[in-house]
């Protein structure tokens, strides 16, 4: 019995190449409209299609309908790095960016809808550039995710495991036909189309309202200008604000609804949790900047609930330099690059509903602490959540936490300084975008060194992959039959 199936793992690869092909070929519209060449994308699209017919050759003989468990982690890691490496490709034959490593962090940044970047001046970028930086995070935040779901319903890994591998929280969408399949992507497509007409009715331009739509619906946060959504009319930004606390709630949630079943919303803990969490995070920091600053209540609300939805959904959006907001406010959001949206949400991060998890058994501990023979059992949506998954979550924060401090220790060893350093990886392996220091806000990554910038791209990865995918390839277990 073979520990795993190469030929299945390379049919996997080639057949998301091929989406990758036709996300090429989607920014020529763009391109030609605005007058600029096609070749950083018509090359690209024939390199990434002639790859996909050599793999499908040498795959054409596997057999998909029994790709296993160990398949799955091991396609969906390679699956990362091949997709973020050809997302380089534009940048580079564009003239957009000449070194291949700041290529590279810019497309991981894009594909794990992190949002960091190394682009000094955005503005002076080709639309056609802008829209492929912008269309990365939509694709990698759920239209991949889609498109495996649609392409691949034979999978027993399924679609949403393949490209999340969350396997820590059994709250989310299974989708095992196509019919589900559908009316998830129509939910995603509503998101991203109600945005985009209600971003166009304000001062933003079709085209930054579709750019803008795809780094919020997927929580990623590149924008079309330098001074981000401080750029923009009070308007758009509280459209944004809210779809960034939308993008943030599970799909499930949305499923539910599309499905008439209220029951299970109203049932969903942690939905309530992240709420509560924002409403609790928003007030805090509105009161911060009304109390401490000369803003009006307005504009200290608006700035106060923005970046906190911003930094908990990871989706790193600025409306303000929050560099200059109190002490106080710039470590609540420090804190809160640690919180995560929901679980079966485009966003990053370690998750509301592990935060829970781990209330709950703090909780538990002080209960036995004053009665000792109590039974007291852990349930999420009143589902008991057993004694592994219990501590495979706890193991997922403890690995969450050494991995950001090892992290923060090598980037600081290549001479970044500390706070820089911590928020950089802390960003980073969130996917939130924007950090602190020297990477702030209205800031960006181009002066980090490079191996740092390795470094950072590996975490974004890491992160999206909800780090025990990658981790499990290098157990021995994993290679015993």
């Given at each position: ?8 793992i ?5 057949i ?7 996300s090429?070929l ?5 391109a ?5 060449s096609a070749?950083p994308?018509?090359?690209?699209a024939?390199?990434a299609f002639?790859?996909t ?17 160990r ?26 960016i ?21 682009f000094?001046?955005?503005e ?8 492929w ?6 694709i ?36 095992r ?10 939910i995603?497509l ?41 750029a ?16 943030g ?14 029951k ?5 803990e ?11 995070a928003?007030t805090?920091?509105t ?70 998890v781990?209330?709950?058994n ?18 999420l949506?009143k ?22 401090v ?31 220091g ?7 990554f181009a ?11 590996l ?6 992959l ?10 021995r277990t994993?290679?015993?039959?």
């Amino acid at each position: 019995m073979k520990l795993i199936n190469p030929l299945i793992i390379i049919r996997i690869i080639g057949i998301i190449l091929f989406i990758e092909t036709i996300s090429f070929l989607l920014c020529l519209p763009v391109a030609l409209i605005y007058n600029e060449s096609a070749w950083p994308f018509v090359l690209p699209a024939l390199i990434a299609f002639s790859i996909t017919g050599l793999l499908y050759f040498v795959s054409k003989k596997a057999d998909i309908s029994k790709v296993s468990t160990r398949d799955g982690y091991m396609a969906v890691t390679l699956t990362w790095l091949i997709f973020t490496a050809m997302g380089t490709l534009p940048y580079i034959f564009s003239g957009s960016i000449n070194s291949f490593v700041d290529a590279l962090f810019e497309s991981t940044s894009g594909f794990t809808t992190t949002g960091s970047s190394i682009f000094t001046d955005v503005e002076s970028l080709p639309h056609s550039i802008l829209f492929w930086r912008s269309f990365t995070h939509w694709i990698g935040g759920f239209g991949i995710i889609v498109l495996v779901i649609l392409i691949l319903p034979s999978l027993r890994v399924n679609g949403y495991q393949l490209f999340s591998m969350e396997s820590s929280m059994q709250e989310k969408i299974h989708p095992r036909t196509q019919a589900i399949g559908f009316r998830v992507m129509f939910i995603y497509l509503g998101l991203t189309l109600s945005e985009i007409v209600l971003l166009s009715l304000g001062d933003m331009n079709f085209f930054d309202s579709v750019c803008h739509t795809f780094g919020t619906v997927a929580t990623g946060g590149f924008s079309t200008r330098n001074m981000k959504l401080a750029a923009y009319s009070h308007y758009s930004q509280y459209i944004v604000m809210i779809f960034m606390f939308l993008a943030g709630t599970s799909q499930l949630v949305y499923y539910h609804l599309f499905k008439m079943n209220f029951k299970k919303i109203r049932q969903n803990e942690e939905l309530i949790f992240y709420a509560g969490v924002v409403v609790f995070a928003g007030t805090i920091a509105t009161s911060l900047l009304f109390f401490d600053t000369s803003g009006t209540f307005e504009s200290s609300f608006r700035n106060g609930f923005f970046q906190v939805i911003s930094i908990i959904t990871c989706t790193g959006f600025a409306s303000t330099d929050y560099l200059l907001w109190p002490v106080a406010g710039i470590l609540l959001l420090f804190i809160l690059m640690f919180a995560g949206g929901s679980t079966g949400s485009t966003s990053g991060g370690i998750k509301m509903a592990r935060h829970l998890v781990i209330l709950k058994n703090i909780k538990n501990v002080f209960v036995k602490l004053s009665h000792p023979n109590a039974i007291s059992l852990i349930k999420l949506n009143k589902s008991v959540i057993s004694e592994n998954t219990n501590i495979s979550i706890i193991s997922f924060i403890a690995l969450y936490l050494f991995i950001f401090v090892l992290g923060t220790l090598f980037v600081v060893a290549t001479g970044v300084d500390n706070i820089t350093a911590a928020s950089s990886v802390a960003t980073c392996m969130a996917g939130i975008g924007p950090g602190m220091g020297t990477v702030g806000p209205m800031s960006n990554f181009a002066h980090i060194p490079e191996i740092s910038k390795v470094v950072l791209s590996l975490l974004m990865i890491l992160g999206r992959l909800e780090i025990i995918t990658v981790f499990t390839l290098f157990t021995r277990t994993y290679w015993k039959k």
